[in-house]
């Protein structure tokens, strides 16, 4: 098994030149933060292009298990995650929480932080009836 340093140096080259997180990183400012051992920093802008730019399941793999090895716990399961969304695919989705002033929310969601709204993508049971599907957010 490779280092994690190894693993994220792989990933890099996984993507083309052209990538671009949101923020307006490149794969060239990646490759410059590779150069000055800025690991955490590494991981964190190959997410961000990977959640914009479509990457394959390795590259996913290569980032979970950097992840594993720096002991980033949240970026291990996100890249677990979306490694399983390339694979399975993935209906993705923006939600936008309303301002309590507009009648939002005003408490925090129950549990662990996590919310999983029913949504109705249009899909439909046996019987003709309307379906709801589940969503992990």
Partial sequence: ME???TLLRQAVDLLPEDA???????????????RRQEWEMVLGVLEEIGDVHPVSVDFWE??????????LDRSHRWCQWRGWEVQHGTVRATLSLMDPQEGGRRT????????RPMWDIGNRTTDGERELNIARL
């Fill in 20 to 34: 671009v997180a949101e923020n307006g990183r490149t794969v060239g400012d990646v490759r410059e933060d590779v």
């Fill in 108 to 115: 925090a969601f129950s549990g662990d932080g996590r919310l």
């Fill in 3 to 5: 280092d994690a340093f």
């Fill in 62 to 71: 290569l980032l979970a298990e950097a992840a594993r090895q720096m002991m």
